[in-house]
Structure formats: C-alpha cells, structure tokens
C-alpha cells in the first residue's frame, strides 16, 4: 500500500465500520451462514474487536463488544433475527469450526 501508516490506519478502520454496518443491514444472513462459508461470523469479529481492545488496555466489555458488531445487545440481535439451524447446517458449522481453529 502506498500510504503512510496512519493513513492505512484510517483506511482499514473505514473498512472495518463498512463490514460492521454491512452485516448490521444484512440480518438475514445468520452467523452459522457466515461460519460455514467464510469460516468467521458476527461473534468471531467482535472478539477480535475485544482482542484488540484488551491488547491495547482499552476498557471494552465482551458484551459491548457485541453490541459495536451486532448494533444492538446480543441478546435482542438473536431474539429478533435468529432463526434454528437446520442439522445439515450444524453439521457444516462444526466442519467450518474446527477448519478455522474454532474462530471465536
């Protein structure tokens, strides 16, 4: 990349807050969805949001980190969009899991 390191800071924070707002808008996509075909969903990306917090000493919650990610708590995201997995859809997960080291 040819910018400086603040501005590919800047760049790579503008792209993350695209990704966040990008799945907020896109509550249909369920995270087992994302799992089994990315190898990373909603939770995994707002523990590597908790990773960088904690690394840096930053004063961030697990489930606020969640709520930066999922735009809402946790709990009231998997109320309102969370539907039951089908088996085969388990089954996927768990291979997905274990590929990525269990992402989350």
């Known amino acids: 990349m040819a910018v400086d390191e603040k501005t590919q800071t800047e760049l790579e924070a503008a792209a993350f807050r695209r990704l966040v707002t990008h799945l907020q808008g896109r509550t249909d ?17 707002s523990n590597w949001l908790k990773d960088a917090a904690d ?7 697990k489930d606020e980190s969640r709520e930066a990610v999922y735009g809402m708590p946790y709990e009231a995201w998997k109320a309102l969009h969370q539907s039951e997995a089908t088996p085969e859809k388990q089954e996927a997960f768990k291979v997905a899991f274990e590929r990525t080291n269990g992402g989350h």
Do not use: H, P
Request: hydrophobic fraction near 45%; proline fraction near 0%; charged fraction near 15%.
């Open 29 to 45: 996509v369920q995270n087992i969805d994302l799992m089994n075909l990315a190898g990373f969903c909603r939770n995994c990306l």
């Open 55 to 61: 690394e840096r000493g930053a004063a961030l919650s």
